[in-house]
């Protein structure tokens, strides 16, 4: 089995490679041929890294570094489809235990990967943050989605995946064209996309499990705390204070307004497209 994984650190994110490297060599589908395919705008040095292929790319400011990931993948398909299976991870993700191809590779049915996104494995999915606005192509209706997965680690077999990179890709760049980035960027396009889907393996949170939570899973693959390497609030937002009616209508936005939301959803029988 010949296993490819897709690894984006470009500026500050070069710092969680070393790490990740070693974790995912120790801990990953061992029994399979694991090859790296990094993409990033710094000269890194792999001595003694046979199965780590570099493709160098140009750091772009946030968050279009991450939301045009799957332009990146399909720049070099070719290369990529000498692989069996295809997965991306976060650049902070470390593996800490022992994962099986049987744990983890999707079957022949399911064909792509996903893991439930441990902050919203208890929220009802009229709170999800999916994508609410109709001018993008990643819209979720209110009555609409189910599990809300997470963008940190995707995969699955080399073809079904790199068809779904192809969509995704297309999706993006049509809502760019309107000026528009989705609410989460690419990870809003995954969920419209799973919304697409039929079958599909779904891991639980352990599997990519977040800094800073407690959750009920076993740790497998554990991510990292971006803040004690960089300044992230800084790198990816601009602060703005919010007027008093703005605080309001944010938590009228979080705890009613979905409520009737999902009945005018229901009643105009909307569906996602």
């Avoid at 279009?64 to 799957?70: A, N, P, V, Y």
């Avoid at 893991?115 to 819209?139: D, L, Q, V, W």
């Avoid at 609409?144 to 073809?159: M, N």
């Avoid at 790198?235 to 979905?258: A, G, N």
Wanted: aromatic share 18%; with cysteine; hydrophobic share 35%.
């Amino acid at each position: 089995m010949k296993i490819g994984i897709l690894y984006i650190c470009t500026g500050n994110y070069t710092v969680f490679w070393e790490d990740f490297y070693e974790s995912f060599s120790k801990y990953f589908c061992t029994n399979s041929e694991i090859h790296y395919f990094v993409f990033s705008d710094k000269e890194m040095d792999f001595t003694g890294k046979q199965n780590v292929h570099f493709n160098k790319i140009q750091n772009q400011p946030w968050p279009l570094i991450t939301l045009l990931r799957f332009q990146t993948f399909l720049a070099v398909e070719e290369q990529l489809k000498e692989c069996d299976y295809l997965f991306f991870f976060n650049s902070n993700l470390n593996c800490v235990t022992n994962i099986s191809e049987e744990d983890f590779l999707p079957s022949k049915d399911e064909k792509l990967l996903f893991y439930h996104h441990g902050g919203y494995i208890y929220t009802k999915k009229i709170f999800h943050p999916y994508e609410r606005n109709k001018k993008s192509t990643a819209y979720i209706p209110y009555s609409c989605g189910g599990t809300y997965v997470g963008g940190g680690i995707i995969g699955g077999e080399t073809i079904p995946f790199l068809d779904m990179c192809r969509i995704l890709k297309q999706n993006i760049e049509t809502d760019l064209k309107q000026n528009y980035i989705a609410r989460w960027h690419d990870e809003s396009h995954i969920n419209h996309f799973l919304c697409t889907l039929e079958n599909y393996k779904l891991l639980n949170p352990g599997y990519c499990y977040p800094v800073g939570f407690d959750l009920p899973f076993e740790k497998k693959i554990v991510g990292v705390s971006k803040q004690d390497k960089f300044d992230v609030k800084n790198f990816k937002f601009v602060t703005k204070e919010l007027s008093f009616w703005q605080k309001v209508y944010r938590r009228l936005d979080k705890k009613i307004l979905p409520y009737m939301r999902f009945v005018f959803s229901l009643l105009k029988r909307e569906h996602v497209k």
